[in-house]
């Protein structure tokens, strides 16, 4: 890699790593052997970004985040495992994403047009999809799957191994150690299902048929008295009566399906 303006001379960056010529990185971070950085991505102050990590585009990394470290897990003997950032992702100050373990697919990723709040930790293995919010203090452990558009509160923990479906919320200082559903809104310790995420959906462009198959879907999973079988079953027999969200129904349904925890309820 070739001096540039864009380089602040205390940075010290490893001679293997890739970074496009229009990365900017700030005094005194430190950057990798095997550390990729596409093009107009932003590194802040005292960055430190190590292990085998790819960041996309026009991301921008604030300072003192540390991006790449081994996994904090007693399992870790040194395996080759990676960390994938999309692109457009902010990432604010003192965030720590890890690699991934050879327990599991051996690589963290963290999709696109994500907003990280600060001192956010997005443990080994973790899948992140995209247009997340991730407030100040939200905690990952190892394992866990979180779909877009999902929005977590300040100070939440999530359990190892837990999926959070799209388009959920979590409120402020959740403790999350069962699935939620998909369009669900949640808080409390213990996890309670407090309702639908409406506003979020239709900020979303969600058509008011699509909204009303999500409350119908929300009134027979918590508001009937249903078990979970009875409940699934009755979802799956909308849709027949609402094809305008069959692709809601779909992706409920799979979550379901899928579930390894069990769902808050």
């Known amino acids: 890699m070739g001096a540039s303006s864009l380089i602040h001379p205390t940075a010290v960056i490893d001679p293997a790593a890739q970074l496009d010529s229009s990365v900017s990185v700030g005094p005194y971070a430190?950057?990798?052997p095997k550390v990729r950085i596409g093009a107009n991505t932003s590194v802040g102050a005292h960055c430190v970004i190590e292990g085998d990590t790819t960041?996309?585009?026009d991301n921008?990394?604030?300072q003192f985040a540390s991006l790449g470290a081994q996994p904090q897990d007693k399992k870790y003997a040194g395996e080759p495992t990676r960390l994938v950032i999309g692109d457009r992702n902010t990432i604010r100050e003192f965030c720590t994403f890890n690699t991934g373990t050879v327990q599991d697919r051996g690589e963290t990723t963290i999709g696109s047009d994500n907003w990280i709040m600060a001192y956010v930790h997005i443990a080994h293995d973790c899948i992140v999809g995209n247009n997340t919010i991730l407030a100040n203090n939200a905690t990952l452990a190892g394992h866990v799957h979180v779909d877009?558009?999902?929005?977590l509160g300040g100070l939440t923990g999530v359990h190892q191994f837990t999926h959070i479906g799209a388009h959920a919320m979590a409120g402020f200082a959740s403790h999350i150690s069962q699935d939620v559903p998909p369009f669900m809104m949640v808080d409390g310790n213990p996890l309670a299902v407090r309702g639908f995420n409406a506003e979020g959906l239709r900020r979303r462009g969600f058509s008011a048929a699509r909204v009303a198959a999500v409350k119908q879907m929300h009134k027979l999973l918590y508001r009937q008295g249903l078990t979970l079988d009875a409940a699934t079953a009755a979802i799956a027999g909308l849709k027949s009566d609402m094809p305008e969200a069959l692709q809601d129904i779909e992706r409920m349904q799979a979550f379901l399906a899928a579930s390894t925890r069990g769902i808050a309820r």
């Open 148 to 151: 877009d558009w999902v929005i």
């Open 55 to 57: 960041l996309g585009r």
């Open 30 to 32: 430190v950057i990798g």
């Open 60 to 62: 921008q990394v604030f």
